[in-house]
C-alpha cells in the first residue's frame, strides 16, 4: 500500500503521543474550550492553545528537558502560562 499524503503527519503524531511529555499532551489536548476561556476569553487565547500544544508536541517528540519545555512555554508569554497551568503535569513545572 503506497504512503499516503499525511503518513509523515501520523509519525510525527505518534512520536509526539508516546514521547517524554505524552501524558502531559494528552492531558493538553483534553482541555475543553470553556476551559480556555476562562484563562482569557477570546481569539487569541485559542491561537495560543494551538501553538503551546505545538511546543509541547515537539518537545515530546524530541525529547527536551523539562528545563528547557518550561523554558519554552515561558517565552511564549504569560497566556501561554496561565493555559498550560490548566494542565496539572504542567503546573508543576511552571
Not at 20 to 33: C, Q, T, W
Not at 66 to 90: N, S, Y
Amino acid at each position: 500500500m503506497p504512503e499516503n499524503r499525511f503518513s509523515a503527519l501520523f509519525a510525527e503524531a505518534d512520536a509526539a503521543f508516546n514521547g517524554k511529555y505524552k501524558m502531559e499532551l494528552n492531558e493538553l489536548a483534553g482541555l475543553s474550550k470553556e476551559e480556555i476561556d476562562a484563562v482569557a476569553p477570546g481569539t487569541t487565547d485559542l491561537k495560543m492553545y494551538l501553538i503551546l500544544t505545538q511546543v509541547v508536541e515537539q518537545a515530546s517528540k524530541n525529547n527536551l528537558s523539562q528545563a528547557q519545555l518550561v523554558e519554552d512555554i515561558k517565552e511564549l508569554g504569560e497566556l501561554a502560562v496561565k493555559i498550560a497551568r490548566k494542565v496539572p503535569r504542567l503546573a508543576a513545572l511552571l
